[in-house]
Each structure stands twice: as structure tokens, then as C-alpha cells.
């Protein structure tokens, strides 16, 4: 079964610095999304893309944090400049329509902010 | 805005019981209803889904799910629970017309042999 495969599993970085989380989403899939889970606390929906485009984003999505889809394959999310507390798991998700189809996880990426 | 609400953070039964875990949503629409599992480490796995029909929907792994609209819920049940099956369990609703997810905090489950 195609699966949402992200990289790197886990990513250390110092606080201030750039950091681009990878996402391959299932080939046939329209729709992509990133969701944070800081530790012990639920999953939190930060954006979802669809035709190159952001769709949907929450409050949490801030001018340090945005998308895209660089070629046929790949879905980044980047955070420009680090805080201690964006420290979370990441979460990339695709399903192949909208809200009212189940979504596909990856195994998540772990960010570590120092 | 929509929420989520899983009530129960940490629930404990034995292997061979049965199980139940609660969900209930604000949403003013018909919602689209899932239940995930997460196991440490890993990503969230779809248990099953329900948009509309039949209230009562089966799943993968034995689990079933009850929409009771008068409620407000979406209660996830197994009848007889597996050493296998302790893990993270997220109720997730889908907002109509919006491609946006809201989830539960979760209900972690452990089993006791």
C-alpha cells in the first residue's frame, strides 16, 4: 500500500536557525497537510495545500512558517527562524479530496529546537 | 469554530474486555467523522470513518463507531480488546466546504494482561 514517507525522522537545530521538514505525499493524492504535535498534547492542524496553493491555515501558521510543493513529488514545510517552542512532532498528511476523505499520515518528523 | 472532545485521557482495561472511548464534536453540519490510531513513534492510522447513512460504521481491527447526532458523538468500541491494541486513539472531525481537520487531544489506552 503507497504510503506518506517523510524525512528526516528526527531534526536538531539551534534556536534562529532555518528548518525544512520533507514530505513525499501518496502519487495519486490532491490535497496535503502538516500538523504539529508538541509533546503529551494533541494534533494541531497548521495548513492544508491543493493546487499549489494554500487552502486552509490555522492561527498557529504564522509568517515564519510556509509550504510548498518544489516539484511533482516533494511537500516542504519550512520555519524560517526557530523558537524553543516550536520543538513538536510534524506530521505530514494527504488524502485525494477535501475534508470528507480519511487523510494518509507519515511517520512524522521530530524537531528539536536547542 | 469546531472542537473536538475526547473526555477520558487515560483509560485501562483488560485483555478480553470490552472498550469504549468517547467523542463528541461541535459542528453545526452534518460532520465527517474519523477515528485514528497512533502507535509510539508512528504516525496516525485511520480506524474507520463515517459521512453519512448507516450511524453504525465497522473498521479495521475489529473496531466499530456509533454517530449518534442527538449526542453529539462518535464513540469508538471493540468488544473484546487485544494486548495489541494499547495505543493513542484521536477523534478527528472534518469541517464541509473546508479542507481543514480539527482532532481530540487523544485517549492514551493501556491493556492489562
Known amino acids: 500500500e503507497p504510503e506518506v514517507t517523510q524525512t528526516p525522522s528526527h531534526q536538531v537545530t539551534q534556536m534562529g536557525q532555518e528548518v525544512i521538514l520533507r514530505c513525499v505525499p501518496i502519487s495519486n493524492h490532491l490535497y496535503f497537510y502538516w500538523y504539529r504535535q508538541i509533546l503529551g498534547q494533541k494534533v494541531e492542524f497548521l495548513v492544508s495545500f491543493y493546487n499549489n496553493e494554500i487552502s486552509e491555515k490555522s492561527e498557529i501558521f504564522d509568517d515564519q512558517f510556509s509550504v510548498e510543493r518544489p516539484d511533482g513529488s516533494n511537500f516542504t514545510l519550512k520555519i524560517r527562524s526557530t523558537k524553543l517552542e516550536d520543538s513538536a512532532m510534524y506530521f505530514c498528511?494527504?488524502?485525494?479530496?477535501?475534508?470528507?476523505?480519511?487523510?494518509?499520515f507519515g511517520d512524522g518528523t521530530r524537531l528539536s529546537i536547542l | 469554530a469546531q472542537s473536538v472532545t475526547q473526555p477520558d485521557i487515560h483509560i485501562t482495561v483488560s485483555e478480553g474486555a470490552s472498550l469504549e472511548l468517547r467523542c463528541n464534536y461541535s459542528?453545526?453540519?452534518?460532520?465527517?467523522l474519523f477515528w485514528y490510531v497512533q502507535s509510539p513513534g508512528q504516525g496516525l492510522q485511520l480506524l474507520l470513518k463515517?459521512?453519512?447513512?448507516?450511524?453504525l460504521v465497522q473498521g479495521i481491527k475489529g473496531f466499530e463507531a456509533e454517530f449518534k447526532r442527538s449526542q453529539s458523538s462518535f464513540n469508538l468500541r471493540k468488544p473484546s480488546v487485544h494486548w495489541s491494541d494499547a495505543a493513542e486513539y484521536f477523534c478527528?472531525?472534518?469541517?464541509?466546504?473546508?479542507?481543514?481537520?480539527?482532532f481530540g487531544s487523544g485517549t492514551k489506552l493501556n491493556v492489562k494482561p
Open positions: 459542528y453545526g453540519a452534518t460532520p465527517y
Open positions: 478527528a472531525v472534518g469541517e464541509e466546504n473546508f479542507n481543514k481537520f480539527y
Open positions: 463515517y459521512f453519512s447513512g448507516d450511524t
Open positions: 498528511a494527504s488524502n485525494i479530496g477535501g475534508s470528507n476523505q480519511p487523510q494518509h
